[in-house]
């Protein structure tokens, strides 16, 4: 069976870092497509980022570029969110997920694996 598992969400001052992890038991996913995304309340579930572990290529939402960093670790088959110069709009449950492709996606529906979610507080 698999599973995603994210850690390292928490309350954080704007300005602040935080770094977001998610680790995948069950099968490996070290050839293939992570992606981060992110749900405020009374809002749609929206990509952050998203890195093809085969090719190294990454992708970002425009809200985020700059600001985030997203990365894999094969032999961990874990992926992480580096976020700095955190903003309070990014305050959100923050999902990882994958997807048994080569290719990158911002759609939320061509991932077939998700994690639980992890809140993250942006506030004084």
């Known amino acids: 069976q698999v599973q995603l598992v994210e850690s390292g969400g928490g309350l954080v001052q704007p300005g602040g870092a935080l770094r977001l992890s998610c680790a995948a038991s069950?099968?490996?996913?070290?050839?293939?497509?992570w992606g981060w995304f992110r749900q405020a309340p009374g809002k749609e579930r929206e990509f952050v980022a998203a890195?093809?572990?085969?090719?190294?290529?990454?992708h970002y939402a425009e809200s985020v570029k700059g600001r985030f960093t997203i990365s894999g670790d094969n032999a961990k088959n874990t992926v992480y969110l580096q976020m700095d110069t955190l903003k309070p709009e990014d305050t959100a449950t923050y999902y990882c997920a994958a997807r048994l492709t080569y290719f990158l996606s911002t759609a939320a529906d061509d991932y077939a694996y998700w994690g639980q979610g992890a809140q993250v507080t942006v506030s004084s």
């Open positions: 069950g099968r490996s996913f070290s050839s293939y497509v």
């Open positions: 890195i093809s572990r085969l090719s190294g290529s990454t």
